[in-house]
């Protein structure tokens, strides 16, 4: 079993920045270098939909709405997940989550461990 506890999100205006961060844990050792990682957001109505993902080696790969906006990275050592979130836009608010899994899912929304997620709001 894996535990993700995600902070850093909040309240900014159209154009600031954000930095997200998700802790991974569990009973005993935990091997986060075997984890594929990525971020989710829901927006109230919509699906839930990827956002980024990152393998232990540093692979990515961006949804096309946050291309060129957002940076995904992780601390294998810390066991730990950010996203650096910049230039953000009102449509970017939704309730962002991370998640891991030992299956490579990508953007895809199947994986098995999620966190509670931490509240974006962008206000124009």
């Known amino acids: 079993q894996v535990r993700l506890v995600e902070s850093g999100g909040g309240s900014v205006q159209a154009g600031g920045s954000l930095r997200l961060s998700c802790v991974a844990s569990g009973y005993g050792y935990i091997n986060y270098f075997m984890y594929y990682t990525a971020w989710f957001r829901q927006a109230p109505g919509k699906e839930r939909e990827g956002v980024a993902s990152?393998?232990?080696?540093?692979?990515?790969k961006y949804a096309d709405s946050v291309k060129g906006r957002f940076t995904i990275s992780r601390d294998n050592a810390k066991n730990m997940l950010y996203l650096q979130m910049n230039s953000l836009k009102p449509e970017d608010t939704a309730m962002y989550y991370c998640?891991?899994?030992?299956?490579?899912?990508?953007?895809?929304?199947?994986?098995?461990?999620w966190g509670q997620g931490t509240q974006v709001t962008v206000s124009s």
């Open positions: 998640a891991a899994d030992r299956i490579n899912w990508l953007l895809l929304d199947s994986y098995n461990y």
């Open positions: 990152i393998d232990s080696g540093g692979s990515t």
